[in-house]
């Protein structure tokens, strides 16, 4: 326990974060970060995990204005649904910052800055190498997809930005695409029965790095190589991803990072001493290519 | 004053109201240790918000109680909800309904989909875990169907309803949507206690066959809880839109688990026939205490969040055993 | 009724049958077990439909699809097992579906009050608050017989009301039962007592296997004959056992089991008690004067909270039914649907159960064994159908019992507890039964017998102990006792 | 032969195969590659074993009127544990350590539905929280990738061309049911589902029946936890068995087992598994979009419980049969009136 100081007095500093959960590595990577950087930056976090329930991150940042806390910073569970919330911690004087995900309210002046990847763009990155590397091709490009869990942001996003690029040119056609949960299992399972019920596939797009790790599986045993005879993009990067990248059985994985620490803590330390701050702040993000992933993997904490 | 004392000390309550009276107990407990040890937690203002935060789920319970009183389950609660903020949001925003048109027709939507499963569940004898699975998918799907994307809410009644509280004196508030779950606690306690029908639900969680036998109309019964419950998941669906004055397809996932915990944990029977709707408010700020509990905690990390919740639910469950054990 | 066949599979429960019943009169439906009587009840009301045949009321073709619109036409029914709600009150038994309301509230003082008023008229008094799973068998089945006579009905029809009541609830039902048919009101009443139904009917009906025997007028008939009628031979002389001087015990043997002490508290009160080898002790009370209670406390299915038990002369503690069967006790329940039977299984795995339990799951009887076991029951207490893969469920009343007797024959106890072991079990059967307890005990079985039939206690114990309010007032050696000298007894109360 | 118990749940997978086959005539084609039968059926068989495993066990626990909600997390623990160990010891080891924590685990939740008495559903429901945050705490919340070659055979490897993952599910299934069967413990947890009160009375110890239910429960869970973690070559403590209690509950109910408890059917189980493990595998197979994958499911369970049910069935064929009076009545023996 203990008391909690007063928002921006003393120059001690409590951060309420709500997290959306722990339902991917990547998620527990990016809760890693944000604990370990609060720490070093002397930032009295105040910590907790919604189980990917809205009404829990609701009733967590409640809490953080009955505790009275410097900032709130989020992950939210969806884009919708925050007015009511934002709406008190506004009037309890606390700023917000949003982290990772977007929300979708007309009142920008709820929160003071969204940090976090674009998933949209993440897609488009992914669907941009795509077109380079196929530019030269005149057959027609059966593409396959492995698809975030059915409804949420990522999955969403990622779907349009792909498919803004790959529709655009009539030579790719998506044979297959379904949703395979963001779970190894599942991508497993799923690319199984697209092996099975499409003739021929030449490149997937797997939504994230696990579901890819997972398809590479089947496609092993079906009996073709991946990376040759089905080309792989996945988002993420992380470490098995840029493995299987650096062993060649990817060919191209965009970064979505996780590790928004040291970065989210620099703004939580000038939004409470009431500097302004860019209204959207990109994470430090790359793409990787084999010789990129050799590069990166001996680094990579995740 | 002695004389109440000694009628205090001598009072022995009902043991069919003990796991009720065992889990106010253990809430009162919690929320003296949590006002000991975090000292914003002690504002009233902290129970209200549970309140504030779970008047759906309550809802949902409410109804589920019915369910779960004929001995019955239902699994699609979570679903239904969904798909009734689903069905709200896209009414409201994509086709220009006006509230008053919409809040009727998606209570009507869900009171149906639980008649229909009553129905199969009734007539065709199949059981209603099944039955109720599968109106989970339906209705997940249907919400899929609607749209994959969560939908803001810009109603201005749905605004007015999500932000205008309803202050109590001090700093204290609750929203309307705890009003409106109190009332459908009371109407479905005064239901359940006062009217034939009612008894007929605790009849048949008896024994269906005796409440057969004895001439009640247990048909009637059983898909009348059925679709009570799709009504209470359609209006807890209702709450939850004013709540987050948004829909998400992916809403009320896990919820109907929930419910069920919250009604078993408030002293409800699962096999059918003992228990109140009292016991399932209880059993809603049982699990809302808990979660508080460890917000306002704030140390720990996502795993041990869990783990603690396991552990402060087996706290809870125990000692109500134990309690309502010992002082029989 | 006319022309009504029910068949069930692999089981023609009834084969044509006709039944007629007018107003004003008290039709007994006679028949052994199995014979389709609980089944004709339930085609005419609706639980079950029919196969062929016809049912009219007065005149008109009726087809009821429930006991809900049996009820609504004035057809009143208290079905063959107590079918009651045991997590309701008894005041709510009485009168669910018609309780006492105002702007369709719920009148809860008026409904308490109406039912103690009810119960008052069969001289039964209970907490009409109290929970009916925590009466008695015979409790509960006053308050099915006091719900179906609160029905305005035309019909009234009982199956086997008296199965569990005393003399004295027996002759308050009757007393009943004649004002009402001096009103007019038209009763069907089945009862495997032949002097009960000697006492009311005006006519009946008797079945055999299914099929129709006839119609009769009680004047003109006798007991002998009815027997004869419902069993398809003479039955060798029911009396007999009475007369036969019952082969004493050696003159002294050795004490099996001693209670000393022993209580419950709200249960019963600390009694001392003790059985010697090969003997019958009867126990003798009113409804409710505790004879379960005291059964139970001996079989360890409840907690004494006082005194002691030795067996043998060797101290026990009687934890529970497992340990109370480690020193070979068995316990036969009354109430054979909650605490007896498993429904869903068959005749032979009921049979085997409970000497399988001792075995411990390991040590599995094998199956030509559970057969062999089963086909000895089944034979020796003409248990129907004669097949041991029948499921339990399935079985008429009577049958169910026998199945519940075998079960505990089966594990050769030292001490056996019958309580109420002949409940809704045929005048045949039931002599089979008291010859075999009697013979049991002469190869040294020691037996607890628990009835309400007092006759059949005294018929076959050679000691009665006599309760009253939960305690044991009296113990009596049985040398020509008489059912007079017990119930002067218990009006007395004093003990001894 | 429609008597049999397992006739309606094995029609309605067959019907389902059909189905498949109708749509697609190359889902039924199997191939040799690698020395190992290959194809969708193969596909099914492999990936439903976890599902049966699961089942199998769930089955014993629903016959004794209880329910097993904490299955899922119980997979997420043992394949965290299996894999963490991994790094440090040998397989067996490692395998041993893991199967030993979900004993653990299972008679924990023994404990509190046959020693505390709570209600299963609730008594089981704290595992299934604390659990899977348990699943995430051996792991570290990361997904813990193993490359032991034993250790992948549990799930890759093949016997006799048969993939292995499911022959440990057939044999688990067979050992069971010959247990079940061939001793006294079938009848013993049928009587105690099916009265317990009447079991109690009748000398069998309940208690340690239904608390044994719950650790082989777990123990079901816990092999199906390594297979799973074998098959995805990582132990995911977020991911792994998740919802899987109710795809369990799913396959006993459709195997013709009441959750009322008393009389169960393994066999039927195993098919109720292999069913809804078809289900999954033909939304893939059919490319049904992702978005109707629930509606085609709802409307797929749906269909297999009508044809399944006795009450739906006997509405159909009956076209209102009706009683015909008889012409005449037959005189009974003797007419009298009675005066009233
Ligand atoms: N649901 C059922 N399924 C199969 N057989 C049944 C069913 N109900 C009754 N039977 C059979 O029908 C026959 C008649 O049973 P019924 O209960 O009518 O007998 P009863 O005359 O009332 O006997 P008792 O005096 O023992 O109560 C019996 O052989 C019984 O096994
Ligand atoms: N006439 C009565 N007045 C009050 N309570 C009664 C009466 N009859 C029965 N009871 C209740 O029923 C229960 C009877 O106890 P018990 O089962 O030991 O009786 P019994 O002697 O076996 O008689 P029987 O089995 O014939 O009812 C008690 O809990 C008691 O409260
Ligand atoms: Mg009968
Ligand atoms: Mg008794």
Redesign the interface.
Known sequence: GGGSPAAGGDGAITLGFAQVGAESGWRTANTKSIQESAKSANITLKFSDAQQKQANQIQAIRSYIQQKVSVIAFSPVVETGWDTVLKEAKTANIPVILTDRAIDSKDTSLYKSFLGSDFVNEGKEAGDWVAKEYASATAPVNVAVLEGTTGSAPANDRSKGFNDVVKADPKFKIVASQSGDFTRAQGKQVMESFLKSQSKIDLLFAQNDDMGLGALDAIQAAGLTPGKDIKIVTVDGTHDGLQALADGKFNYVVECNPLLGPQLMDLVKKVAAGQSVPERILTKETAFDQAAAKAALPSRQY | MTALAVRLRSYRPQR?YLPVLAAFALLVGAYGFGAA?????G?G??VL?IF???A??LVVAVGATFVILTGG?D?SVGSVAALSTMASADLLQHKGWPAYAVIPLVLAMGAILGFAMGL?IH?????P???T???M??A??????IS???????NGTYTAM??TPIPLGGTLHVSPSVVIALVVVAIAGYVL????FG??V??V???E?????????VARTKVAVYTISGLCSALGGVL?AF?????????G??ME?DA??AV??GGT???G??GYVLGTVLGVLVL?II??L??????????????????L??VF??LQ?LIARRSR | MTGISKRFPGVTALDGVDFRLFPGEVHALMGENGAGKSTLIKVLTGVEGVDAGAIELSGSPVAFGGPDQAQRAGVSTVYQEVNLCPNLSVAENIFIGREPRRFGRIQWSRMRKRAEELLARLDLRVDVSAELGTQSIAVQQMVAIARALDVQARVLVLDEPTSSLDAKEVEQLMTVLRALRADGMAILFVSHFIDQVFAIADRMTVLRNGKLVGEYLTAEMTPVELVRKMIGKELAALDELEVSERSRPDADPPVLVSADGLGRNGAIEPFALTVKRGEVVGLAGLLGSGRTELARLLFGADHADAGTVDIDGQRVHLRSPRVAMKHRIAFCSENRKTEGLIAELTIRENIALAVQASRGWLRPIPRRRQLELAARYIEALDIRPADPEAVVGTLSGGNQQKVLLARWLATEPRLLILDEPTRGIDIGAKAEIQRLVASLSEDGMAVLFVSAELEEVLRLSHHVAVLRDRRVVAQLANEGLTPEEIMSTIADGTGS | MTRHRLFWPAAALVALLLGNVAVSPRFFAIEIRDGHLYGNVIDILRNGAPLILVAVGMTLVVATRGIDLSVGAVVAVSGGMACVQLGSTSVVLAVAMALGLCLVLGAWNGWLVAGLKIQPIVATLILMVAGRGLAQLITGGQIVTVSSAPFLAIAGGYLLTLPLSFLIAMAVFALTSLVVRRTALGLLLESVGGNPEASRLSGLRSGRLIWLCYVFSALCAGIAGLIISSNVTGADGNNAGLWMELDAILAVVIGGTQLTGGRFSLGGTVIGALLIQTLTTTVYALGIPSQETLLFKAVVVTAVCLVQSPAFRAKLVRRRRRPEPPASLPAPEKKVEVAS
């Open positions: 069919r040890r975090y000292p914003a937690f504002s203002q902290v918000d504030i935060d779970h759906f789920l389950i699994l199969v007539y065709f004898e199949i059981q875990f099944i039955v699975l599968a109106g998918f339906l997940r799907g249907l919400c899929y169907t994959t994307e969560s939908i803001a809410i810009d999500a932000q206690h006062f009217s034939r008894r007929t605790y009849a969680g008896g024994g066959r005796s409440a057969l036998l004895m001439g009640l109309a939850m709540y987050t004055l948004s829909a998400d397809p992916l809403g996932v896990g688990l069920i915990a078993v944990i029977i699962l096999t026939g003992s809302g979660q508080t460890i917000t306002f905690d704030g140390t720990l990390s996502s795993w041990w969040t869990r783990i603690v919740i396991g552990v639910l087996f469950i125990a055993r």
